[in-house]
């Protein structure tokens, strides 16, 4: 009976002693993380002109890329970029493959119950791209029962989603989006009013509406509870806005597209 006491208390030490190596890793402090591997991981989805996008060299660039040099510079560590699908980003950040979330992604109440935010660093809203000769689609009210292309994972997708009677079409890539519009295959293409902005550009046989169908934030997303690394994040976009390196960043990427 003793010696089965005596490995019962054995299993039990062992168990305790895991459950606190484990609470210990879960509560790794994110800035000494960054500090002890001199770099700092930023996810990313490089289809989100002029957000972030593939350069000429391949390498990822952008107004987001710029901004997280910033933050990169002010933390005294290099910046790895992690490019990967829009909808993979929070699961990745919350599976530690990456530091934060610089993708053009506006603050939700779902994406809320699953990582924090910095304060706002762009204004942006949902607009509606439909082929240059359509007259039938002229605003929101005239998406009802349309078939409907997204990004998926975006505010675009919600959006367009909540419309009464619309047939969705679900892209890896806004890209893509764009392509099946050009061809016929849906009716309209709801996104970021910037990417769209590009995409109208390079295709003259598009048009976007001058009715936005949201107005939204843009934030920068980390862990839950990661208030440290959140709050050094937060100054740094205080210090660029202060600095006038925002404007220098919104002239080069924003204003240029």
Same mark, same amino acid.
């Given at each position: 009976m003793n010696n089965v006491m005596k490995k019962t208390g054995i299993v039990l030490l062992v168990?305790? @002693?895991?459950?606190? $190596?484990?609470?210990?890793?879960?509560?790794?402090?994110?800035?000494?993380?960054?500090?002890?591997?001199?770099? *700092?991981?930023?996810g990313t989805n490089a289809e989100f002109p002029p957000f972030e996008y593939r350069d000429e060299t391949g390498a990822v660039a952008g107004f987001d890329v710029a901004l997280a040099e910033e933050i990169a510079?002010?933390?005294?560590?290099?910046?790895?970029?992690?490019?990967?699908?829009?909808?993979?980003?929070?699961?990745?950040?919350?599976?530690?493959?990456?530091?934060?979330?610089?993708a053009g992604m506006t603050v939700t109440e779902d994406r809320l119950e699953n990582a924090d935010f910095s304060v706002a660093y762009f204004d942006a809203? %949902?607009?509606?791209? =439909? %082929?240059?000769?359509?007259?039938?689609?002229?605003?929101?009210?005239?998406l009802v029962g349309k078939r409907i292309g997204v990004q998926e994972g975006?505010?675009?997708? $919600?959006?367009?989603?909540?419309?009464? #009677? =619309?047939?969705?079409?679900?892209?890896?890539?806004?890209?893509?989006?764009?392509?099946?519009?050009?061809?016929?295959?849906?009716?309209?293409? *709801?996104?970021? #009013? %910037?990417?769209? #902005? *590009?995409? *109208? %550009?390079?295709?003259?046989?598009?048009?976007? @509406?001058?009715?936005?169908?949201?107005?939204?934030e843009y934030a920068i997303a980390v862990r839950k509870g990661d208030s440290a690394f959140l709050s050094s994040i937060n100054a740094s976009i205080e210090r660029i806005k202060a600095s006038g390196r925002y404007q220098e960043i919104y002239d080069e990427y924003i204003e240029q597209d």
């Open positions: 168990l305790v @002693l895991l459950v606190g $190596l484990g609470a210990c890793s879960r509560t790794v402090n994110t800035m000494e993380r960054i500090a002890d591997n001199d770099r *700092v991981i930023m510079a002010d933390l005294g560590v290099e910046l790895v970029i992690e490019d990967m699908d829009f909808n993979a980003l929070i699961a990745a950040l919350n599976s530690g493959k990456i530091d934060f979330v610089a809203s %949902q607009v509606i791209i =439909v %082929q240059a000769d359509n007259t039938d689609i002229n605003g929101a009210d005239d975006t505010t675009g997708d $919600l959006e367009a989603s909540e419309i009464e #009677g =619309v047939e969705m079409f679900r892209y890896r890539k806004g890209i893509d989006g764009i392509m099946d519009l050009k061809n016929g295959n849906i009716d309209a293409v *709801v996104i970021d #009013g %910037q990417p769209a #902005g *590009v995409f *109208v %550009q390079l295709n003259a046989d598009l048009r976007m @509406l001058d009715d936005a169908l949201t107005v939204e």
